[in-house]
């Protein structure tokens, strides 16, 4: 589970500027105009190896209770509910304004670790002594950045890995398989999860949008240990109307990314949307295992072979993910639960699973000899080795003679190969291509 670190401060502090230094790109909006950033913004950064997830936040004006204020102080709230460690912006040329003192109070109700980024000292060298009165604050961690040329980020990088908690993965938490449960509103997400633990725990409406945070909920079975978290729906930007529902879609990717198999939801009723595609990418964009799982399956009127009809279609919609095992439920009547599970632990097994160099080359050479690589200008490509790098997603490195000449098609094809020859079910597969160097 990696950490979260959440920006919060008031308009015009420098919040997204800061944000857009720590990541290492330009994610969020910059502009002189207070409160441009009114959506927040979540990215993974890196610092010294180690991933983190950092979100940045409208700005917050205690003095204003209505309108958009009042929205992103909600938005705000969701933000620092999530962060492990707050990252407090203030503006060392405004001093200490009454605006930053209500924040601070309300950052301290928190009961988050704190540091305070006391940002435009723009100036190299020995600190003035107006610098010191952010003290007052009542933080013990005071850092004097500039976000637009960098100075004093490593040092508050440093420090929100130190404040930050240890995890609860401890236990037994980390040998679980944690399974992220996503979709639109009002597919059955909420209803699964009550199947799965043979028990009403979550609120299930038939009013869209009633889960608006990710839970989790522990399952043992004969199946193995698992985490299942609820999400809430994943909507069209068009469709929310709440502040509040953009921040819940926030929860829903953090649930992906600390997922190891995602269950998307599909409701049979509807049918394949382009939303449900939307949603599938967190999943792809992610490198998780997956299953594909058709609720309310029990409303659907059947016929002959209606199952692998249905399975054809969605198929045929879900081109880009085609690993991606299907399965038929109704959450409702508790049935075909069982294959569920058995998809679930089989992405779970697949995207954990390594191969022998040995068996991945003897593989590799059939694939040659039974359908020679692409040739252009009279040069043909030759796959020279190929080993794998890593799991979750499983990865590997083939090195070639030519890059240019391993196109797509060629690929797909060795990644069908790497498929039928060791079961990759309901795992993507990722290639690093590599020019292998020519011996001097």
Known sequence: MLPVFAIVGRPNVGKSTLFNRLIGKRVSITHDTPGVTRDRIYAKGE??????????????????????????RTQTAIAIDSADVIIFVTSFPDGITSSDIEIANLLKKSGKPVVVAVNKCDSPGELPAEFYEFYNLSFPEVFSVSSIHGLGTGEILDK??????????????????????????????????????????????????????????????????????????????????????????LRAKLAVERADVCVIMIDASEGFTVQDSKVSSLALESGKGVVICVNKWDLIEK??????????????????????????????NNSRIDKLFNSIKK??????????????????????????????????????YMTQAGINPPTFVIFVNDKELFHYSYQRYIENRIRDAFDFEATPIRFIIRERKKAN
């Open 347 to 384: 992405a779970y097994e697949n995207n954990n699973k390594r191969i022998p160099t040995g068996k991945l080359n003897d593989m590799l050479n059939e694939a040659v000899l039974r359908t020679e690589p692409p040739t252009d200008k009279g040069k043909m490509l030759k796959l020279f």
């Open 160 to 249: 929100l890995f130190e404040l930050c908690p240890e995890k609860d993965e401890d236990e037994d938490y980390s040998e679980k398989i944690k399974v992220a449960v996503i979709g639109k509103p009002n597919v059955g997400k909420s209803s699964l999860v009550n199947a799965v633990l043979g028990e009403n725990r979550h609120i299930v409406s038939d009013i869209a949008g009633t889960t608006r945070d990710a839970v989790d909920s522990y399952v043992q079975n004969k199946y193995g240990d698992f985490v299942f978290i609820d999400t809430a729906g994943l909507r069209r930007k068009s469709k929310i109307n709440e502040e509040i529902e953009k921040y819940s879609n």
């Open 47 to 72: 610092w010294l190896n180690k991933d983190f997830i950092l979100i940045d936040t409208g700005g917050i004006e205690p003095g204003f209770e209505g309108g958009m204020s009042k929205l992103i």
């Open 303 to 332: 016929s002959t072979n209606t199952m692998k009809k249905e399975a054809d279609k969605l198929r045929e919609k879900f081109a880009f993910m085609s690993y991606a095992p299907i399965v038929f439920i109704s959450a409702l």
